[in-house]
């Protein structure tokens, strides 16, 4: 998988999601944004409103995110 670590954090509604990629080029975040591309197409975003940031590993223990998401 080409993701370090993600952490979740759910506000106001609205699902965050950090990602921190292994390899942190564009071909890499094209996929997340693809995903999120077609979330929109299914409309559901008004329900479920999602949104993905990505942190560079260096801040990743200076943000102080709660909610780790455990990859297996």
């Known amino acids: 998988a080409d993701i370090l670590k993600a952490f979740y954090l759910d506000e106001q509604s609205k699902l965050i999601y950090y990602v921190v990629l292994k390899n942190d080029i564009p071909s890499v975040r094209e996929e997340f944004f693809d995903f999120l591309t077609i979330y929109d197409e299914l409309k559901i975003y008004d329900k479920l ?24």
């Open 49 to 72: 409103p999602v949104m993905i940031k990505f942190l560079p590993e260096r801040v990743m223990d200076k943000a102080n995110l709660k909610g780790e998401i455990i990859l297996n």
